[in-house]
């Protein structure tokens, strides 16, 4: 699945965030020096988020190795992400549905320690479904999201393009993406990530992959940011670059933030 977003950036000869390296002979798409300044700065725009909440559109279609239209799955999700310090919430309409329905007839809470197990499986597959919904959040939550981008793909992205686009009547920038590929029926895949400069919040993700049985698989995430806000930076006290600081776990009301203006 689409996990896009995003941390592990490689440049040449060098790895980033825990990604190995890759040198340019790998593929005949190398990575790109300005993509990868540009997309390290969007990491570390989205580590030092503490509060953030959108609404999105998720869009996929699965095609068969043959082409045959009847064989092609469509997939449609409108929802909402919400992040409060280490906490993350991924909400669909259908989600939503199944709570109202729910109601007063959920079941009584169980006893301390009862079914812990599986909890933490359950918990496991629900932050699988919510960062591949909404893969702009790995750079927040994910330790190498371009390693874990696709939990099918064994092979970490590499930033190989930047260019400046046209979304929504508005000058962003798109960063390009890209795994596999290195020889001709191979696995590979792109994703573009389309950037507000001014925010340096994510606002569209377009994915496209090819595997080597020959399915294909389009993704495309459009969002629509309502509130963020980051650590601060702190003032620096011996001539070096201001740092931002180290986000509190906890998401409280306590935690200083300095709000992103959304435009």
């Known amino acids: 699945m689409l996990a896009v977003l995003l941390v592990g950036v490689v440049a040449t000869g060098t790895s980033f965030a825990g990604s190995p390296p890759i040198e340019p002979a790998t593929s005949p798409h190398p990575p790109s020096p300005e993509a990868t300044r540009f997309f390290e700065q969007l990491v570390d725009r989205y580590r030092a988020i503490i509060r953030y909440a959108d609404t999105f559109r998720f869009e996929q279609v699965i095609g068969s190795a043959d082409g045959d239209q009847r064989s092609t799955t ?50 496991a597959l629900r932050r699988e479904r919510d960062l591949a919904l909404a893969p702009h959040l790995s750079l927040r939550f994910l ?37 596999g590929g290195a020889s001709p029926g191979s696995a590979s895949s792109v994703i573009g990530i389309t ?30 940011p309502e509130d963020a806000a980051v650590t601060p930076e702190v003032p620096s006290t011996d001539g070096e670059p201001d740092e931002p600081a180290a986000p509190r776990g906890n998401g409280g009301d306590d935690a200083p933030a300095a709000t992103i203006g959304l435009g």
């Not at 371009?146 to 930047?162: K, P, V």
């Open 143 to 179: 330790e190498t999201p371009l390693r874990e981008f696709q939990s099918d793909d064994d092979e970490a992205f590499r930033a190989t393009g930047i260019a400046p686009v046209r979304h929504e009547d508005r000058d962003m920038v798109r960063i390009e993406l890209r795994s």
């Open 74 to 123: 469509r997939t449609k999700v409108a929802a909402r992400s919400r992040v409060e310090g280490c906490r993350m919430e991924v909400e669909t309409d259908t989600d939503r549905i199944w709570g109202l329905l729910a109601g007063d007839g959920s079941p009584d809470p169980k006893p301390a320690g009862a079914g812990d197990e599986v909890d933490r499986a359950r918990g």
């Open 195 to 224: 950037v507000d400069p001014d925010s340096m919040l994510i606002r569209k993700v377009d994915g496209e992959e090819q595997w080597s049985d020959g399915r294909s698989r389009s993704t495309t995430l459009s969002i629509e």
